[in-house]
């Protein structure tokens, strides 16, 4: 099995950072410098078919959670903090339920546990340029700033959109196939290491009610909202973002 490629910078605690279905590893570029600089080992991915990672067939939740099972281990860690973006949250909760041995704790931030709680067709019309002779440059230019919310920062726009822009057309419909059978609510009360859920109060895709109703189901939850934050958290406001993540990282972490 081909490993998916990833940047890495730091050293301690591995925090595996997965990248939602409009993006690359570039979309976590801010938070793989702040997380290496607080002492941790910060990984990002590009998913299966994104970047130069190789694609996988079939394209199937199945699938990018075994790509990701098999990076956890090359890494070589004693259990794993996963931070999950939008499709990124699909697979980590799909980790999380197929080997949950391997994770230390949990975030989730813009996701939801089912294709049911998360607003897709806000990213179908966009798409449709694609089939107009657009380029994903085109897509970025007209989802990202639906994505976002008014207090978001200028540059992590920017860079959300560059981030779009290298997303290959034919996997990012493949994703969005795969993202329409995803269902995990079920799994929810079996995840048991502590899960911090981040919302964006302006998020369309995944509503700060959705993730409310997800952390009521998971045990060892924290829920955090942004204000005046859309979809893209981690880069509308990466300091405020960051300081959330650190300040739930530093708590004491369980042992396996």
């Known amino acids: ?9 730091g050293a301690g605690h591995t925090v595996l950072m997965l990248h ?12 793989v410098e702040s997380l290496a600089i607080a002492g941790y080992r910060a990984v990002a991915w590009d998913m299966p078919g994104y970047g130069v990672s190789p694609p996988i067939e079939p394209y199937t939740f199945k699938g990018l959670a075994e790509r990701c099972i098999a990076l956890i281990q090359a890494l070589q860690c004693r259990g794993v ?21 391997l994770v230390d704790r949990l975030v989730l931030c813009g996701t939801s546990a089912s294709s049911a709680g998360f607003n897709a067709q806000l990213v179908q019309h966009p ?10 440059g085109d897509v970025a230019q007209m989802l990202v700033p639906q994505m976002v919310g008014p207090s978001s920062l200028p540059e992590g726009v ?16 493949r994703a969005l196939q795969a993202l329409a059978n995803f ?5 929810l009360d079996l995840i048991h290491v502590p899960t911090l859920l981040v919302a ?3 998020d369309r895709h995944a509503p700060p009610r959705v993730m409310k109703q997800m952390g009521q189901r998971i045990a060892s939850s924290t829920y955090y909202e942004m204000r005046g934050i859309g979809h893209l958290q981690n880069l509308e406001a990466p300091d405020d973002f960051d ?12 042992l396996h």
């Open 1 to 9: 099995m081909s490993l998916p490629t990833f940047t890495t910078l």
């Open 20 to 31: 939602g279905i409009a993006a690359t590893h570039l979309a976590f570029a801010p938070q």
């Open 81 to 101: 903090t996963l931070i999950g973006h939008d499709m990124g949250g699909m697979v980590a909760q799909e980790v999380v339920a197929r080997r949950p041995e």
């Open 127 to 136: 798409a449709t340029a694609l089939d107009h002779g657009g380029s994903m």
């Open 158 to 173: 920017r860079l959300a959109q560059h981030a779009m822009s290298q997303v290959h057309p034919s996997t990012f419909r």
């Open 183 to 187: 269902d995990r609510g079920a799994s």
């Open 200 to 202: 964006g109060e302006q």
């Open 243 to 254: 300081a959330a993540v650190l300040n739930f990282l530093a708590l004491p972490r369980l």
